[in-house]
């Protein structure tokens, strides 16, 4: 259900809740015509409330949401704040991507040259289980180890 419509329903639950305690102050003893009257009128009330919340209801039922769409968009200008608050949105995103998309490719890189440099330099077998093994290849001019 689309924003308008819930704080219009809000709205008219306000209206008759307010309308009948005016109509029950009112009403402490009018007689009994009167009072007949009075229920009468707030059971029309309330069938026609109903009525109106149904016909809405089917009418963004039967119309696939377009009504929904159409209420959300507010007409034909006001697509253009939604779209200018959006597009920071959209652009941050996009840039919050792109800088780990980065920083993973850093790291790949950096893992790749230490690959390359064992793999190229002849390391002594004791040097895999020594503890100073990152102070061993930055001493040898290899790429930094995290």
Known sequence: ????????EHLETRV????A????EGSRDPGHAIGERLRVARERALEVARENRTQ???????????AVLSG??????????????ALPVVALAAGLVVIDQ????????ATADVDLALLSDDVPPGAYSDDGFAAYLRANGAAAVR
Do not use: Y
């Open 56 to 66: 809405a209801a089917a009418t963004v039922h039967a119309s696939g949401g377009a």
């Open 21 to 24: 305690t005016l109509l029950s």
């Open 102 to 109: 980065m920083h993973d490719q850093a790291q790949i890189e």
């Open 1 to 8: 259900m689309n924003q308008p419509a819930v704080d219009l």
């Open 72 to 85: 959300w968009l507010g007409g034909p200008r006001a697509w253009f704040p939604r779209l200018a608050f």
């Open 16 to 19: 008759a809740k307010h309308m």
